[in-house]
């Protein structure tokens, strides 16, 4: 069979499609007989019911799964014997002329496109690194200490201060009426963590127990609530209580409360060290692999396919949907989201995907065993039974394919920053864990 190919555009392509009559009616009568053996109807025993009876009740759902099968075993026969890559599903239409006896349809569909990716060495990337210092240490020592605090009622003549946990009754105004959470009794906060905005906190630090005051505070204008965004309220808080925090002491005990067998300072630290590394080093191949991706289809020319993105925002569409149910969304199945919103983002990770594929398959940069191995091993490093967390990938393939992926995408990055002109940047500590 000689299969005409049609271009209507650039990745767009059309083939005629042709099936015999006769054919379909044959398998048409069989699937009815097949039905007829089960089918149910008033009036009739099981398998007795006349065929002119099935035929009238099931006919037309039967007649349309047999089309659509012969319709979609054709494309992919004419497909395949054109040798095309077919990026989506294809639209069908049947034609209103056929011959004798035959049923003739249009299938319009996009091929893959031909992705061209240029001189790899004349791309310039910044890589960063970073170090763990000596500060991040004694910091993350720190917080180990306030996760494990506690609190003891202040001296009643001592005002609140920095780190101090507070509770308050606090009424807001706006123009002299109350607004929606303005208001709260017993509310507890901790000074000076960020838990209240900073005009707020700063308000309340001093206060003695069973003092009130009263004072403005001026709500940004990109404030979650959208009703006070950008006005000034008036807020009167009273003190209800005060207590100090408490840090547990650095000793044997509490390090060895923390699985620190030897209960030593130095141990301890060693400890901190070695997963802020690995949090560092995770952090910093992220950073570098996402400036690769970004080189990387900056040297790459293609077409994108438009089913393709369609499908991927469909895909981002149902996970924004699942997002908002999550969220306790009420009709979040029925919300409206507009399709535009995802379109520039769907269609990079297309384009994206379909450079990488065809860097992975022009330069062999496909994810080895040992690799998987390693990578498995590395993640399961940051808890406490490595070994369990390494069976639990290797026994799901979902999994496994996600831990694929993600070797995959190293070994492209990795490629890429081989042959690009790369410059080294430092990036301060601090910098790198708030990106």
Partial sequence: MTVNVETLDKLERKITLTLSSEDINKEIESRLKRLSRTVKADGFRPGKVPMSVVSQRYGYSVQYEVVNDKVGRAFSDAATQAQLRVAGQPTITQKDEAGDGQLAFDAVFEVYPEVKIGDLGAVSVERVTAEVSEEAIDRTVEILRKQRRTFAQRPADDGAAEGDR??????????????????????????????????????VRGMKVGESKTFPLQFPEDYQGKDVAGKEADFMVTMKKIEQQQLPVLDEAFIQSLGIADGTVESLRADVKRNLEREVKFRVRARNKQAAMEALLGAAELEVPKALVTAEV??????????????????????????????????????????????VRANNLQAKPDQLQAHIEELAQSYEKPAEVVRWYLSDRQRMAEVEAVVIENNVADFVLGKAQVTEKALPFDELMQS
């Fill in 314 to 359: 469909e895909r981002m569409t149902e996970g924004a949907r699942a997002e908002l149910k999550q969220r306790g969304i009420k009709d979040a199945d029925s919300a409206p989201i507009p399709a535009e919103v995802f379109q520039p983002q769907a269609e990079r990770r297309v384009r994206l995907g379909l450079t990488v594929a065809e860097l």
């Fill in 166 to 203: 507070v509770t308050i009754d606090f009424e807001g105004k706006i123009d002299g009426e109350p607004f929606q959470g303005g208001k709260a009794d017993g509310f507890q906060f901790l000074i000076g963590e960020g838990q209240m905005l900073e005009q707020f906190d700063k308000a």
